[in-house]
């Protein structure tokens, strides 16, 4: 089917997590050329700004850039779905349930107000840290990396990206270790070797990763 079909189903998700539905909205959109900038931009907004240490605080970053997203959508394809993606409060609690879904609550405005529920939260070197959120942070950093590379072959755009992710994930070892080895691999693909090898440097002087070693030998 069409990028249009996925949409409404992509939307009750979004309502419901934002996280994960900012994510799976704008893949849906990198099936259509003319919404590839909306997609990359959705990406971004998810792997940059969207906080990693409460799920509350991740829910409101991701219904912002949605209902941005969706102000462009909106006009194009004469819906309203921006005025559906719920506002979450990020000084809600989010570490009660492992449930995803939102909890709804109607103010005298008649507005809706959720209170995310998020799922497993867990301690590490940079604090506690979301495991849905990281999860899908990631996929992000995936898809981003994926067309930078292979889409476009614009790599220089591909370090930068794994950058980026690797100053975020630098206290979640996996998440760390998979942007150093991405970072590395574009580095490569983009011919830039002394920088390759500067970063792989200083990373392992950071953390000891056989990953990271194993990529290097390849590379």
Same mark, same amino acid.
């Given at each position: 089917?069409?990028?249009?079909?996925?949409?409404?189903?992509?939307?009750?998700?979004?309502i419901?997590?934002?996280v994960?539905?900012l994510?799976?909205i704008a893949?849906?959109l990198l099936?259509?050329?003319?919404?590839?900038a909306?997609?990359i931009?959705?990406l971004?907004d998810?792997?940059?700004?969207v906080?990693? %240490?409460?799920?509350? +605080?991740?829910?409101?970053? /991701?219904?912002?850039? $949605?209902?941005?997203?969706?102000?462009?959508?909106?006009r &194009?394809?004469?819906?309203?779905?921006?005025?559906?993606?719920?506002?979450?409060s990020s000084?809600a609690s989010?570490?009660?349930s492992?449930?995803?879904?939102p909890?709804?609550?109607?103010?005298?405005?008649?507005?809706y107000h959720?209170?995310p529920?998020?799922?497993?939260?867990?301690?590490?070197?940079?604090g506690k840290?979301? %495991?849905?959120?990281? +999860?899908?942070?990631l996929l /992000?950093?995936d898809? $981003?990396?994926?067309?930078?590379i292979t889409?476009?072959? &614009?790599p220089?755009?591909?370090?930068q990206?794994?950058?980026s992710?690797?100053?975020?994930?630098?206290?979640?070892?996996a998440?760390?270790?998979?942007?150093?080895?991405?970072?590395l691999k574009a580095?490569?693909a983009?011919g830039?070797w002394?920088?390759?090898?500067?970063l792989?440097?200083a990373?392992?002087?950071?953390?000891?990763?056989?990953?990271?070693?194993?990529?290097?030998?390849?590379?």
């Open positions: 089917g069409t990028w249009q079909s996925a949409l409404p189903p992509a939307v009750d998700l979004a419901c997590n934002p994960t539905g994510y799976v893949r849906v099936q259509d050329p003319t919404k590839i909306l997609a931009q959705g971004k998810l792997l940059l700004d906080p990693l %240490d409460s799920f509350a +605080a991740a829910a409101s970053s /991701a219904s912002m850039a $949605l209902r941005g997203c969706f102000k462009v959508l909106d &194009e394809l004469g819906t309203d779905v921006a005025s559906k993606i719920p506002r979450y000084a989010s570490s009660s492992s449930n995803f879904g909890t709804l609550s109607r103010e005298r405005s008649g507005s959720c209170s529920v998020g799922g497993r939260a867990r301690d590490s070197a940079a840290v979301e %495991d849905q959120v990281l +999860a899908t942070k /992000a950093l898809t $981003l990396w994926t067309h930078y889409t476009v072959s &614009e220089g755009q591909a370090v990206i794994s950058l992710a690797i100053a975020q994930f630098r206290g979640c070892h998440a760390w270790q998979r942007a150093v080895c991405l970072a580095f490569a983009h830039c002394d920088d390759l090898w500067e792989a440097s990373e392992l002087a950071f953390c000891r990763s056989p990953e990271v070693i194993y990529q290097c030998g390849r590379l």
